[in-house]
């Protein structure tokens, strides 16, 4: 309603006017560089002035002065007599070129042609104020806003060359034609010049002074994923993201420069639009999907909140790293910040955009298990090991299944092609003043099991920008509205796959239905059976909707006062069933129906009231900010538990049930309060020095009154030492050059909500809502106080031959102390329940971040891009005071990563007994590991000793082709069976063939023992919490493949489309790992592992 109203009063009255002509600034500079005023003129005017640095290069001694003047005057003045000249591209944009020519432009009345054509980008976006020259010549012109030119009295064999702001140059050959037609002009890429978001403001690479990684829609719209964050995986330095799980909207663990808290939520702060979004999902029942970290509160956490954003309206996710760039958020963003920027219309024609793509996903990766052969030979070496015969239930060698039959199950259950379908249609265009667009989005995608269970969504977005005649009142609106319908099985088969046996009988009968497999007596010997799980599902219903409005009015020249105000509700429905259907036949008569129904509901909404003041003095241009932040967020869980259904169709129906119930501690019903007040102070000198101030006091709601508040602070600087004088005389190749740091501290409270309070919750309630008896849920401690995490910063970035090649090196310290942690009480307290408290803990992360962007070739015909990052971070535990006494003391050791494992040394398999045997405190061998805590001496680092990404861009025509290498080097755990080899009836890994046999054999796999061996099952279960299992995970994989085809200009003509595009997109395609198990990226044999994803599609635009 508000989107109507809007449209039908404002948008016509500003739509009127010429943004150029209506905003008049002063200005006094004088000896400067041309490009040093062109940079003040934008930034006093809020104009975006395209230009090229050589260009300008001839002008350094340059006066200009005005007195509230447009900019238009401004510029015919200060480009008078010079060989400059500039077009209004856009509302808010300008574009100035130099022109080739050492007089001015003119034509030569001898030649007898007239030549005409139109200058486009890639996407058939008209050019505007493009440079057409007559090669070797001084005849040229300039195109029209509609990207048209004419050039009268030229030769048909002349050579046009086409120049324009950001983009690479073209020769076009006349060949006696009067129209050239449309000619395309391919993207040249500076990275330093790209718009980056933070977190109330924007700048360029080129003046920034904090730590800030920027991916670009191009990037996201390449990768066919749901999650778009799973795009960003290898691309950034200083971010690992890694996949839980293969199935659609499955948990994602992400982490920036280490994790900052010892037990308690490290979940990056989300902004989308400047609205701030869901960091972690309440409790849930998707326990398929895994979780995404650590929560800040209790239960299973599973999926991620990123899964219910389009990846298809992302314009760019800019990542905040260190405290310059994150401080101004203060304790939400402790674990860096993560800002989703949507697209938005732009001034032009109508434009209607369609992306339909299709494609599969399969699982790319399997395992070499023991055919029946070997199976069986283990089972019964197992057994004659322990001087037994084969019972009645072991079905696999007693006879009863036939033991010629040979099946590979991880091809039957995980075998199966998942379905990937996804159509964008976006509708955009409008006025100098007015902007628009309005998109909607179809997503659907199935799984490899072999079901119909599906991942369905639908997403709208509506986004308008308006300002008045004057550019003095600006508004901007963003809403979006996506809703997700995911229905997944309640148990992975992917264990089913891994472990059941080869000669295990067929799952379906001939006509369909689910095979028993009944023995001659009539009980089924297929129990579990797998497919009969799939009828237990999942069903996730949920819909977000993330609204904001921000308003701008400069009250004078320079001074602002804005505020922006957002909403957000993520609310979801869930269902989990259990029918009958999933026990044998023989069982279903006395078999209790079930189902679980969860209701979250999660919706928060903020308003930012802010004053800016921009100002120009001859010592430096200054930039202040101040404001206000009113933040609320309620949470709701409701989970209720149902049972006595008569049939298996009725499980959705809760009226259906007959009894009723509810857990103690499932229900949430919260409310979280966040206030602050902020400045920034931005400085910069002479285009050279750069300081940036930014500090917050933050009021939580989840602290007593005595420590509500806390202090946030950061000092960020630059300095671009490429622009000192002393400096001029540098070698050529080397074109740019800044240092960079910073220094500040964040806060963190992400341990919920009330843990301040006594709490008490409902004792063993039989049916909700009707009260009962009360006991203890938490303990109360008025004392919390706020974790801290400081940081250090470090940076420099070098720019060679015209910035064709570009390096970045971060170093990053962050310490993060007063932990909180959960805390115990002895039993003598009398009482009951947790709480959480601060311990004197200290963490401490480092590392370097490297990236490299270089251009290595760029020619009218071919460009080839390389791009590259690498991490190597350091995670330990600095100091715990007094740790010896705490309830930590078995747990962390001061000096280790903080998340450290802690195992048993393994030594390998004792050559007269065949059982596993394990090294103690003092080196000495033992088979009884548990019999002291200190034998736990083998401490693992699990997180990654480096990681980073390489890729390549190449353009060759109108294709383009461009790949991304991910590569980790971490330690990662393989357990091979979900038991003892030769125990039960579960298949093993082939490396289980080389295991002891007879005294005497050297080998680091056990004896082969029944499930009554209890020497041998006890060897087993210590050697599962050793370091045997831990091995090699490292992986270099291609994480994502893209080739494109561009329809050229004459086809498009003819068929009267801006643009067309047909595509391939490929993801995590290959792996190469030394790693024994399924997955060197989620490390685990027993859930779905991410898939192998191709799709195929077009982009068509009208």
Request: proline fraction near 4%; include cysteine; hydrophobic fraction near 35%.
């Amino acid at each position: 309603m508000l989107v109507i109203i809007f449209c039908v009063c404002f948008i016509r009255p500003l739509a009127q006017g010429n943004p150029l002509q209506g905003k008049k600034i002063s200005i006094s500079i004088k000896k400067a560089t041309m490009s040093e005023i062109l940079y003040q003129i934008s930034k006093k005017s809020g104009i975006t002035i395209y230009f090229v640095e050589d260009d300008l290069s001839t002008y350094k001694t340059v006066d200009c002065e005005a007195k509230e003047q447009d900019v238009p005057t401004i510029l015919d003045e200060l480009f008078k007599n010079r060989n400059l000249v500039y077009n209004v591209i856009g509302p808010r944009y300008i574009g100035v070129k130099k022109i080739e020519s050492k007089g001015p432009t003119s034509f030569n009345s001898g030649d007898t042609m007239s030549v005409s054509g139109r200058i486009t980008d890639e996407n058939g976006n008209y050019i505007a104020g493009a440079t057409v020259q007559v090669k070797g010549t001084q005849k040229g012109t300039i195109t029209n806003e509609s990207g048209f030119f004419s050039i009268s009295n030229i030769s048909g064999s002349d050579v046009l060359t086409v120049t324009s702001v950001s983009y690479m140059s073209r020769e076009i050959s006349v060949k006696n034609r009067r129209s050239i037609g449309v000619a395309e002009l391919n993207k040249l890429v500076r990275p330093l010049d790209d718009i980056v978001v933070l977190a109330y403001n924007t700048t360029t690479g080129r003046r920034l002074t904090g730590n800030v990684s920027k991916v670009k829609s191009k990037d996201i719209e390449n990768s066919p994923v749901s999650n778009p964050i799973l795009a960003v995986a290898g691309r950034v330095p200083g971010v690992t993201i890694s996949q839980s799980s293969g199935f659609s909207g499955s948990g994602v663990d992400i982490n920036i420069q280490g994790i900052n808290s010892l037990l308690r939520g490290v979940a990056p702060f989300y902004v989308v639009d400047g609205v701030p979004f869901v960091q972690s999902l309440l409790p849930n029942l998707g326990n398929v999907q895994r979780t995404s970290g650590r929560g800040t509160g209790d239960g299973p956490v599973n999926g991620s909140p990123l899964s219910y954003i389009n990846p298809q309206d992302i314009e760019s996710i800019e990542i905040l790293k260190d405290a310059d760039a994150t401080a101004i958020y203060g304790s939400r963003a402790a674990n860096g910040a993560i800002i989703i920027t949507t697209k938005r219309g732009k001034a032009g024609d109508m434009k209607l955009e369609l992306n339909i793509q299709s494609g599969f996903a399969k699982n790319g990766r399997r395992l070499k298990l023991l055919n029946t052969n070997d199976y069986l030979a283990m089972r019964r070496e197992a057994l004659v090991n322990d001087g037994r015969t084969p019972g009645t239930t072991d079905y696999d060698i007693n006879g009863t299944w036939d033991s010629t039959r040979n099946v590979d199950w991880q091809k039957e259950l995980l075998g199966g092609t998942a379905n990937f379908n996804d159509a964008q249609l976006n509708l955009s265009g409008g006025t100098a003043n007015v902007q628009y667009l309005v998109g909607g989005n179809f997503h659907r995608e199935s799984t490899v099991f072999p079901s119909d269970l599906r991942d369905q969504r639908m997403a709208f977005r509506f986004n308008l920008d308006g300002k008045s005649k004057d550019s003095r009142f600006r508004i901007t609106l963003s809403n979006s509205y996506l809703a997700d319908d995911n229905r997944l099985p309640n148990a992975d088969l992917t264990l089913r796959a891994m472990t059941l046996a080869p000669n295990t009988p067929s799952l379906k009968n001939s006509d369909g239905t689910l095979n028993w497999a009944p023995s001659r007596t009539g009980f089924s010997t297929l129990v579990p059976h797998p497919l009969a799980a799939l009828s237990s599902y999942y069903s996730n219903k949920t819909a977000n909707l993330i609204s904001n409005v921000a308003l701008s009015y400069e009250i004078m020249s320079g001074l602002l006062i804005k505020a922006n105000a957002g909403y957000n509700r993520l609310r979801t429905d869930e269902i989990s069933t259990t029918p009958a259907s999933i026990v044998a036949p023989e069982s279903r008569a006395t078999f209790t129906r079930r189902a679980s129904y969860g209701f979250n509901d999660i919706n928060s909404w903020i308003v930012e009231p802010q004053i800016q003041y921009k100002a120009q003095t001859k010592l430096a241009n200054i930039d202040v900010l101040v404001g206000s932040t009113f933040q609320t967020n309620n949470s709701s869980r409701r989970l209720i538990l149902a049972s006595g259904f008569t049939n298996d169709y009725v499980l959705e129906n809760i009226s259906a049930a007959t009894n009723l119930s509810t857990l103690p501690g499932s229900s949430i019903l919260s409310k979280y309060k966040y206030t602050a007040g902020f400045f920034s102070v931005n400085i910069e000198h002479q285009n050279k020095y750069l300081l940036n101030i930014s500090g917050r006091r933050d009021g939580s709601s989840r602290f007593g009154s005595k420590n509500r508040f806390h202090n946030f602070a950061a000092v960020g600087a630059g300095w671009i030492f490429t622009n000192e004088n002393f400096l001029k005389q540098r070698p050529l190749f080397i074109s740019y050059g800044k240092l960079k740091g910073s220094i500040g501290s964040t806060g963190n409270d992400q341990i919920g909500d009330y843990n301040f309070l006594s709490l008490y919750e409902e004792a063993n309630p039989d049916v909700p809502y009707r009260g009962g008896a009360l006991t203890v849920s938490k303990i109360a401690n008025a004392n919390l106080q706020w974790e801290e995490t400081k940081k250090l910063s470090l940076g420099l970035e070098l720019g060679f031959w015209n910035e064709r090649i570009l390096l970045t090196s971060v170093y990053y310290r962050n310490r993060s102390s007063n932990m909180l942690v959960p805390g115990t009480l002895p039993a003598t307290a009398g009482q009951v329940g947790s709480f959480i408290e601060n311990m004197p803990a200290t963490i401490q992360n480092t590392g370097f971040e490297f990236s490299l962007n270089s251009i290595n070739i760029k020619t009218n015909t071919l460009t080839w891009n390389t791009y590259f990052n690498l991490t190597i971070p350091r995670n330990k535990l600095l100091e715990f005071g007094d740790i010896e006494s705490s309830t930590y003391a078995g747990t962390l050791i001061v000096g280790q990563p903080a998340n450290f494992v802690k195992l048993y040394r393994a030594a390998g398999v004792n050559a007269e007994t065949g059982l596993y045997e394990f090294y103690d405190k003092d080196g000495k061998i033992t088979n009884n590991p548990d019999s002291d805590p200190l034998n736990y001496n083998r401490f693992i680092d699990p997180n990654p000793r480096f990681y980073g990404g390489i890729g390549n861009t190449l353009n060759c025509r109108r294709f383009t082709l461009d790949f991304l290498f991910q590569f980790v080097k971490q330690l990662g755990e393989n357990i091979p069976g979900s038991s003892m080899p030769g125990a039960g009836r579960n298949n093993q890994q082939r490396d289980v063939i080389n295991h002891w046999r007879k005294p005497g054999d050297i080998t680091t796999i056990q004896k082969f023992a029944s499930a009554t061996n209890f020497d041998a099952t006890m060897a087993y279960n210590y050697n599962l919490f050793s370091d045997a299992f831990w091995q090699n995970a490292a992986f270099v994989r291609l994480k994502n493949v893209s080739l494109s085809y561009d329809l050229p200009t004459s086809v498009l003509s003819k068929l009267k489309l801006r643009s067309v595009r047909f595509y391939a997109h490929g993801q995590n395609l290959l792996t190469f790992t030394p790693y024994k198990g399924l997955d060197p990226e989620s490390k685990s044999n027993f859930s779905l592992p991410p898939l192998r994803t191709v799709t195929f599609g077009a982009q068509i635009s009208l």
